[in-house]
């Protein structure tokens, strides 16, 4: 192992298993103070609904690949987000997330002024396993690169390909870790209007793409040993310098596979009324067709005690013009994410009008 790589592994967090030397100590607390002041996620979960003035804004367009794979530094906030529905030889299913955010720390788009956030866990039908990395731009710790080939990575975690149709997915923490090939097998989905996503009523937004087509096969390592899977996976990819509106303080987001071969990504963002909706139905040959404010309802049916928080673990959701209407359970209702900024993520199962598995995620639940 050459010197480079054994600093890398200093670096882990003490979520990650590893006890950082005293000057990454320093780091970790001043990563802390930036994210929950500033920086990534949601309302309470990062304060993207304040206005911050020089960061660069979204706007309508096309998306230009292989770039578009890459780092935005100008923008205040992105990430590259892998949800993965999973099943074992002998039937059990599981659940993988791997996240690396990208926060910046002031306007500018300069290298050593971005902070850093990668997530990794793997849900079982009874246990949940979480690690975390923080990292500062400009040390060679994280970073995406998108263009001749693909590769995002923070410490030893990465995602990396000869582009981003076919990657290789690795992370690990002190008691689970997980090595998966996606290969692609239909094509990038533009969220929103062809890639620009409203998040509010009043013009919030962002750039967003999907690849929901990943096959996926690797093998998982738990307490007892590697256990070998296939399944399916849904990469997000999303950046933006103001996300949400002032009262808006979190979201509920549902990606779901159905059996059919068609997909529906859709999200609620909660404020003081009835909350802001928006849904991309996904037909099985990748054509999307969006939704506005109003043609997703998600209901909660009940709730979970986790975290000292009533967080819902059952929803019904429906999208009338699809003929939608299901309810999808939590695989694992202890699925939450103790992380520096925390929230709930794991897979779930469909019933109803459609079958099949997806993920939901819920954020600003205080």
Do not use: C
């Not at 310098?241 to 990606?255: F, K």
């Amino acid at each position: 192992m050459n010197g480079k790589r054994q600093r890398s592994l200093r670096r882990r967090t003490l979520r990650g298993g590893y006890l950082p030397d005293q000057r990454w100590r320093g780091l970790v607390l001043a990563l802390g103070l930036v994210f929950w002041a500033g920086g990534v996620l949601a309302q309470g979960f990062a304060g993207l609904g304040a206005r911050e003035d020089g960061y660069a804004q979204v706007a309508p367009g096309a998306f230009d690949f292989p770039a578009d794979h890459g780092a935005h530094p100008g923008f205040r906030i992105e990430w590259w987000y892998i949800t993965a529905n999973l099943t074992g030889e002998d039937g059990t299913e599981y659940g993988v997330q791997w996240t690396l955010f990208r926060s910046a720390l002031r306007p500018g788009g300069m290298v050593d002024q971005q902070a850093w956030m990668g997530h990794a866990a793997l849900t079982t039908p009874d246990r949940h396993f979480v690690a975390e990395r923080l990292g500062r731009g400009g040390t060679g710790q994280a970073g995406v690169s998108g263009e001749e080939v693909f590769s995002a990575w923070i410490d030893e975690w990465a995602m990396a390909g000869r582009d981003i149709g076919t990657v290789d997915l690795v992370a690990q923490g002190p008691d689970f870790a997980y090595e998966l090939r996606l290969a692609a097998e239909g094509p990038l989905v533009a969220q929103g209007k062809a890639g620009f996503s409203v998040k509010s009523a009043s013009g919030q937004a962002s750039r967003y793409y999907s690849q929901p087509f990943y096959g996926v096969d690797g093998v998982l390592t738990l307490p007892e040993g590697p256990v070998a899977v296939t399944g399916q996976a849904w990469l997000d990819r999303e950046w933006s310098s103001q996300l949400l509106d002032a009262d808006q303080s979190g979201w509920d987001w549902v990606s779901l596979h159905f059996d059919s071969g068609a997909k529906l990504m859709g999200f609620v963002l909660r404020d003081g009324g009835g909350g802001f909706t928006s849904a991309t139905w996904i037909a099985p040959d990748g054509t999307p067709t969006p939704y506005g404010d109003g043609d997703l309802t998600m209901t909660p049916l009940e709730r979970h005690r986790v975290a000292e928080r009533d967080v819902p673990v059952v929803w019904r959701v429906e999208l009338p013009a699809r003929a939608v209407d299901v309810t999808i359970t939590a695989m694992n209702r202890d699925a939450w994410m103790p992380t520096l900024v925390p929230y709930w993520e794991g897979p779930v199962t469909i019933k109803g009008s459609h079958q099949g598995r997806g993920y939901l995620e819920m954020t600003g639940y205080d």
